[in-house]
C-alpha cells in the first residue's frame, strides 16, 4: 500500500466501509493482536515415495523451522 495521500486515504475509506469509526478499527486491531494465539498440529500429507515431493517437504520444513525458530514456545 502506498504512503502517498492517496493510498492513506483509500485505506481510511476501506476502513470505514468496514468499521462505523477508525475508534472500532482500532479497538479491534487491539483486541485481536492482544489475543493469543492458536498453533494448530501439523498434518503431514506429503508421499515419501515421491523423491520430489519428500525434497519439497524437506525443503518447506527446514523454512517452517528457521522462521518460527525465534519464537518458538518452549516447555
Known amino acids: ?6 493510498g ?5 475509506a476501506q476502513i470505514l466501509s468496514s468499521y462505523s469509526s477508525l475508534d472500532e478499527f482500532l479497538a479491534t ?12 498440529p ?4 506429503i508421499d ?4 520430489a515431493a519428500a525434497q519439497w517437504a524437506e ?3 527446514r523454512l517452517g523451522a528457521a522462521r518460527h525458530g525465534r519464537h518458538a514456545a518452549t516447555n
Not at 500500500?1 to 492517496?6: D, F, I, L, V
Not at 515419501?48 to 523423491?51: E, R
Open 1 to 6: 500500500m502506498s504512503t502517498e495521500n492517496g
Open 8 to 12: 492513506a486515504l483509500h485505506l481510511m
Open 29 to 40: 486491531l487491539h483486541r485481536e493482536l492482544e489475543a493469543p494465539t492458536q498453533e494448530l
Open 42 to 45: 501439523r498434518i503431514d500429507l
Open 48 to 51: 515419501s515415495a515421491d523423491p
Open 59 to 61: 525443503a518447506v520444513n
